[in-house]
């Protein structure tokens, strides 16, 4: 039903800034909820941010707040994070996600993976000197 492709991952020196990109085809209109998961070696999945797609309300981890900017452009059905003063810990493979129920981004379930029905692929983000 939807699709999504990330972008934009790469390699970065600390304190380096990266976009990622989250290109979503199907039945976008029917989605209500996307965001960015991460997950490193030998760690659980962690929510990043969320944003809703009607309203623009979004949601975001402490670790990020004032650093990663979560936004969209509705006319390309792409959704943004924008990553800036990157630390090591931010080192991940990153995804995107994306529901088509609005409780996905209420503020007690968001960073709850498995309220998301749809998932990328991935797309690695590795922060080293």
């Known amino acids: 039903q939807v699709q999504l492709v990330e972008s934009g991952g790469g390699s970065v020196q600390p304190g380096g800034s990266l976009r990622l990109s989250c290109a979503a085809s199907?039945?976008?209109?029917?989605?209500?909820?996307m965001g960015w998961f991460r997950q490193a070696p030998g760690k659980s999945r962690e929510g990043v941010a969320t944003?809703?797609?009607?309203?623009?309300?979004?949601n975001s981890a402490d670790s990020v707040k004032g650093r990663f900017t979560i936004s969209q452009d509705k006319a390309k059905n792409t959704m943004y994070l924008d990553m800036n003063n990157l630390k090591p810990e931010d080192t991940a493979m990153y995804y995107c996600?994306?529901?088509?129920?609005?409780?996905?981004?209420?503020?007690?379930?968001?960073?709850?993976?498995?309220?998301?029905?749809?998932w990328g692929q991935g797309t690695q983000v590795t922060v080293s000197s």
């Open positions: 996600v994306a529901d088509l129920t609005l409780y996905a981004c209420y503020s007690g379930s968001w960073y709850y993976a498995q309220h998301f029905g749809f």
């Open positions: 199907g039945h976008t209109d029917r989605i209500y909820c």
């Open positions: 944003i809703e797609t009607g309203s623009g309300l979004t």
